[in-house]
């Protein structure tokens, strides 16, 4: 606790739970929320990849997924870090009419729409040029499908900051529905109706974009009241409102196009220098691989806002406390995924057709790079949300370096091996500075007894699951059937186990928010809160 933070002598401390335990409970909340969203927008983004591949095949899905990674580097380029930094700034703001939350929508939303607009432009004019280099092989009309596919950027980066702004100023649950149902959801309905209806690539990335209109709709609605929008809120910023901002932005935009980017840098190097049906084999690894982050990406957004209040406060041992908590939690459940993904490779990429089945190597190692990136949690929102952009940006840089230098030495020889490689060294070297610069700057321990026990504990039941699964059947389809009963069979039976079910207790009781501590006077009002 800080000196500023520390009640004057005498005073008598409120009654209720510690600090930390408050805080975890209100993470428990939130995090069970986003994870929600996630398995639902994980099903989805499966059943997406498997209308794609299924739809288009190799050559097609390439061309498909190159196309989605030009839309998804170019937005995270043009958004300039304004998402980030609207999840920094907007907890530590009033909303409301009389509020100063408002003044930092224009400070965030006009420069990255102009650059969206001149990115757009370009990159339209520029598509007869760029099509025979990113999609050159395939079928597909190339230069209409990028010119729509630039066309579409400042639509998405719309989206994309109004979502950062959504999760800051209503409950979780109005963030979860946009981004992890809304999106997810009709996205493979409306690309599925075109590969039915008989139409070609350009109709399937339609379906594609349209979701984001939708929900940019949807977020503009949900923002506006809560911001005072319309209702006298003063939306004109001042020049210490452009200056506080943008210092802490304008790292995390080289940051955040890496982050959301990577994978698609890797489609796009391997559709450059291997072909598009080698760009379409990675591809679907990709999906798989990103699927099984969305555990953690739900935990992320959801205690994104609380890690930015509790930081901003000086209560860097709240904070830690959370941080543990839900990378135990992220670990327990994502774990699982990568290391069936690691054994069963072949067994997943048999559901999007045999021509796929090459990528299980990629597959292998992609996945054994992802228990790094889940097992130290989401301490780039650790450094984010406390300001640290610039740490943040070099762990980043350092991540990237390694992908695209071996990347470009890789690929030609290997193909889609190589960028799995090249990728997960990447992944490795980012998440593991990233995680010993957290540590610097929170100055509290990260990782915990239980988080060490549960890691132990989920590969020792997967190990042996899996195990038993590929004697019995093999890596194919039925090997992995085996595993996923056997595993489920030990999960039923642990419920068995008092001491497992007394905590599975303790959780919901976290998770329904009981016996919540009173706020202190000096805290947020419970509306700031409520449901984040």
Partial sequence: MTAATRPPAGAVAPAGPPADDTETRRSARSGAAGLVGAATSGLFGFLLA???????????????????????????VCTLGAETGLMWALPRRRSGAGGDAARVLPVALLPPLLAAVLVAVAGALAADALAPRLLDGSDADGAALLAVSFAAVPVVVAMTLLLAALRCVRPIRAYVGVQFFLLPVARPVLVGAAVLAGGGLLAGMTGWLVPAALALLACLTLVAGPLGVGRGAALRPQRADWSAFWRFALPRAASAAIDAGNMW????????L??????????????????????????????????????????????AAVHRQLTTWGLVLSWPVYLLLAVFGLAFLQLFGPEFTAGAPAMTVLALAMLVNTGVGNVQSLLLMGGRSGLHLAATLAGLLVTVSLGLWLIPAHGATGAALAWALGIATENLTAACCARVVVGQPLVDAALLRAGAATVAGVGIAATVGVLAGGRGIGGLTVAVGVLAAGCVGLLTLPRVRGRIRATMVQIRGRREAAPAAAGPAPEDSKGR
Avoid: C, H, K, N
Avoid at 53 to 76: E, H, P
């Fill in 265 to 272: 840098v890797g489609v796009l190097l391997t559709s450059v």
């Fill in 50 to 76: 498997v209308v794609i591949t299924r739809g288009y095949g190799t050559v097609g899905s390439g061309a498909f997924f190159a196309a989605i990674g030009v839309v998804t580097v170019a937005t995270a």
């Fill in 274 to 319: 291997a072909g598009p049906a080698d760009a379409g084999v990675f591809g679907a690894v990709g999906r798989y691989i990103l699927a099984g982050q969305l555990a953690m990406q739900g935990l992320r957004v959801a205690v994104s806002p609380q890690l930015s209040r509790l930081l901003g406060r000086g209560e860097r041992g709240a904070a």
